[in-house]
């Protein structure tokens, strides 16, 4: 089983659909050995120690440099034999030097239909109240690969959202997350998991 390790910066709903279907048996080619948060405060921290599953905090210092945190993440995932990381609502811009290490080996969740609405500065909530000021009438979610080019790594998987009368940001999001990310982030940890551990395939 692929040890994998899951970067959280916030609540950590995708976390928990990533650690429900490992408990409903869906992603049998990865184990989810850590998980890394930016900052201490963030929930997800809670939903990873109630299932069991080691956490730490590692964020970047003030005044450090990027690749001085790069290397001080690098450390604990190669201390933690990490073959896989999935990044569930992280929102600190990964070191280059870790996207190379990593190379086909990071997913991320974004919350709309890449290239729409993503990028740098769009995130979290900020991405729905910009994709409800254009009028959009339908919106999603996309797991992509993660390369040096923010939202820019090769798509994995999509799903598609309707924009309804009367959302707001919120409910939107909510939608977004109920109807696509919670299903398509656990798949594709293990579509990727399985391809990793079994190359001939
Ligand atoms: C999710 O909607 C995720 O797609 C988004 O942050 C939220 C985190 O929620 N990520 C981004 O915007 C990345 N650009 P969660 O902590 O409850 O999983």
């Known amino acids: 089983m692929l040890r994998t390790a899951v970067l959280v910066s916030g609540g950590g709903t995708n976390l928990q659909a990533i650690l429900d279907a490992k408990a409903a048996g869906k992603i049998p080619h990865a184990e989810i050995a850590l998980v890394i948060a930016s900052n201490g405060r963030a929930y997800a921290l809670e939903r990873a120690a109630k299932a069991g599953v080691p956490g730490i905090v590692v964020h970047k210092e003030k005044g450090e440099a990027i690749e001085a945190y790069g290397e001080r993440l690098l450390a604990v995932l190669r201390e933690n034999r990490i073959g896989l990381c999935v990044l569930a609502g992280f929102l600190t811009i990964l070191p ?105 395939l």
């Open 96 to 200: 280059e030097n870790v996207i190379r290490a990593y190379d086909h080996r990071i997913l991320n969740i974004h919350p709309s239909l890449i290239p729409s609405f993503c990028g740098k500065g769009f995130y979290g909530l900020k991405v729905h109240e910009a994709a409800l000021e254009r009028g959009v009438k339908v919106t999603g979610a996309t797991v992509h690969f993660v390369n040096e080019i923010p939202d820019g790594g090769g798509i994995i998987a999509q799903k598609a959202v309707a924009v309804l009368p009367g959302d707001t940001p919120e409910i939107l999001q909510r939608r977004v997350m109920e109807e696509a990310e919670w299903v398509l982030l656990p798949a594709a940890v293990e579509e990727t998991a399985r391809k990793i551990e079994n190359p001939e």
